[in-house]
Nanobody, 124 residues
C-alpha cells in the first residue's frame, strides 16, 4: 500500500513558476514509477509527466514539454514537478500517482495509487 500526499499548489501569475511535491509512504516507493496528471474544470483528467523507478527515464505531455520537469528523490520518498513559464491553461487540480510496474506510463489505468490532488491556478 502506498499513500500519496501532494503539496505546493497555489495561485501564480502567467509566466511564473511553482514546484509541486508528492510525498509517499511505504517502503516500496523506490520500485514504483511515478506520474503527474491534471484535471481542469469540465475536462477529463490528462497525463502531464512520468518518471521511471530509477529516475533514468522521463516522459512528458507535448503541452508541457520544455516547461515542466519531473524528478524524484528515492531517499526522501518524494517526487517533484517543477513548473516554469506557467500559462492560464495549466490551471487544474494536479494529482500524483504510483505505478508498481516501475517503467513509467501516460495511461491512467497503469497507476495503482493516487493522491488527493493540489490546486494550481494561473492568472492571466
Amino acid at each position: 500500500q502506498v499513500q500519496l500526499v501532494e503539496s505546493g499548489g497555489g495561485l501564480v501569475q502567467a509566466g511564473g513558476s511553482l514546484r509541486l511535491s508528492c510525498a509517499a509512504s511505504g517502503r516500496t516507493f523506490s520500485s514504483y514509477a511515478m506520474g503527474w496528471f491534471r484535471q481542469a474544470p469540465g475536462k477529463d483528467r490528462e497525463f502531464v509527466a512520468a518518471i521511471s523507478w530509477s529516475g533514468r527515464n522521463t516522459y512528458y505531455a507535448d503541452s508541457v514539454k520544455g516547461r515542466f520537469t519531473i524528478s524524484r528523490d528515492n531517499a526522501e520518498n518524494t517526487v517533484y514537478l517543477q513548473m516554469n513559464s506557467l500559462k492560464p491553461e495549466d490551471t487544474a487540480v494536479y494529482y500524483c500517482a504510483a505505478d508498481r510496474r516501475g517503467t513509467g506510463s501516460s495511461y491512467e489505468a497503469h497507476y495503482d495509487y493516487w493522491g488527493q490532488g493540489t490546486q494550481v491556478t494561473v492568472s492571466s
